[in-house]
């Protein structure tokens, strides 16, 4: 007799949402299992009384594994600062009631640009705008070769008002840039495999800015894969041809991948995502495998390891549910839009952060595997990966800071 094959959690859930039909109700059925329900804090300063939304990953330990495991736990000691994350809110960044018009015109510009200057400042531990900059990107020079390239999300840009990048953070990031001598044309905005909408150009507040998407990409170098057999791909030369890039991803969900966040927004930044999507689904994927992610690859290529200065996190709006919902209110924040922006050099801890926050709320999609490519990217070098409760304890590893905008 053949000995009963002992079943993993992920096949139980693989095998429920098939039987069943779909990947939403298996990860509502484990949901239901745990009786996770997001408590609404009452302020978001540290001193306010602590509400303790439950995190779908338990308490870090102190050593590192190399092994799949559902506990995330830090592979390395960061130089002080490197590890930082700054969560920037301040509630009147928007000021959309839900219904009306489109949500992206309901964003105060000055209130942003606070939050960004607030940002990149306690990030880099510098107290004027310009120092701030000159810490991110020293000794800037400009001509041909100081292109600064900024990585925004066009997931959703045909979709109407559906969740999408906003300009006006993007706005925040140029006024900085211009205040350390960076010229507006060697400033580009990209995405290289969507279309850039006429209402996010009109809203640049600086001439001379480029603006690269579908239209506009080649794709002159390729991406070396350490996974045999994955389809050939090839880097944006948005970012090819940068000295510097600027990561703007979206906090939102995603029901193929869990959560879309720093690093699969550069599927913005080679040829054929879709191509890929097999190796990074956890719930279906025919090729997935929690000790590879070509996620990690991607970024683990020069052109976006090496030149990336900046993650800049966009929670204005966020989406709590699925990459392309309308944007909703969250409860953890009070049953307002989150009016977050999120700071980091570190793009795992950055991820680390907006996942935590996600799980809090209850994203349906934020699965415990939605962050195997966290683990591999720590792993590989590329920064601090760890669960925490940014709503109460806070983190052992990251140095995450809070700041209030009122």
């Known amino acids: 007799m053949n000995p009963i094959r002992q079943w993993s959690r992920r096949d139980f859930l693989r095998a429920l949402a098939i039987a069943l039909g ?30 303790l939304p439950l995190v779908a990953r338990s308490e870090p330990t102190p050593t590192p594994t190399p092994t799949p495991t559902r506990t995330p736990t830090p592979t390395r000691t960061p130089p002080p600062g490197a590890s930082r994350v700054v969560h920037v809110h301040a509630p009147s960044a928007t000021y959309w009631n839900g219904s009306s018009n489109y949500y992206y015109n309901y964003v105060n510009q000055s209130v942003v640009n606070e939050m960004v200057d607030r940002g990149v400042m306690a990030l880099t531990g510098t107290s004027t705008r310009a120092d701030a900059w000159r810490a991110l990107i020293p000794n ?8 600064v390239a900024i990585k925004v999300n066009f ?6 008002n559906v969740i999408n990048a906003l300009i006006h953070p993007v706005n925040a990031v140029i006024r900085g840039l211009l205040d350390i001598g960076v010229p507006a044309q060697n400033i580009r905005i990209y995405d290289a495999t969507r279309s850039i909408p006429t209402y996010f150009r009109n809203g640049c507040l600086y ?5 690269y998407d579908r239209d506009s990409a080649d794709f002159p170098v390729a991406v070396s894969f350490s996974r045999p057999g994955i389809p050939a791909e090839y880097l944006s030369s948005a970012v090819v041809d940068a000295a510097y890039l600027i990561n703007m991803p979206i906090m939102k969900g995603h029901s193929i991948t869990g959560v879309t966040l720093g690093f699969k927004n550069h599927f913005g930044t080679i040829n054929n995502p879709l191509g890929l999507h097999e190796y990074v ?8 495998d929690p000790n590879y992610n070509p996620m990690v690859d991607i970024y683990l290529t020069s052109h976006i390891r090496d030149k990336t200065v900046l993650v800049l996190g966009d929670g204005l709006f966020g989406s709590r549910d699925n990459t392309n919902s309308v944007p909703t209110r969250w409860t953890t924040f009070g049953n307002q839009f989150p009016n977050s922006l999120f700071f980091a050099r570190d793009p ?11 799980a809090a709320e209850g994203c349906p999609y934020a699965w415990d595997e939605a962050t195997d490519y966290l683990r591999l990217a720590a792993a590989a070098g ?3 990966y760890e669960s925490g409760d940014p709503w109460g304890s806070g983190y052992s590893h990251i140095d995450y800071v809070k700041i209030t905008v009122t």
């Open 22 to 51: 779909g990947v939403a109700v298996a990860e509502s059925m484990r949901q239901c299992l745990k009786g996770i329900a997001p408590i609404a804090p009452e302020d978001f300063t540290p001193t306010a009384k602590a509400y």
């Open 140 to 147: 800037y020079s400009g001509g041909s070769g100081g292109i």
């Open 155 to 160: 997931n959703n840009s045909q979709l109407g």
């Open 207 to 211: 001439t001379g800015v480029q603006f």
């Open 281 to 288: 689904a956890p719930m279906w994927g025919q090729y997935y």
């Open 348 to 358: 795992v801890a950055a991820d680390c952060v907006m996942y935590d926050l996600l």
């Open 382 to 384: 590329l920064g601090v």
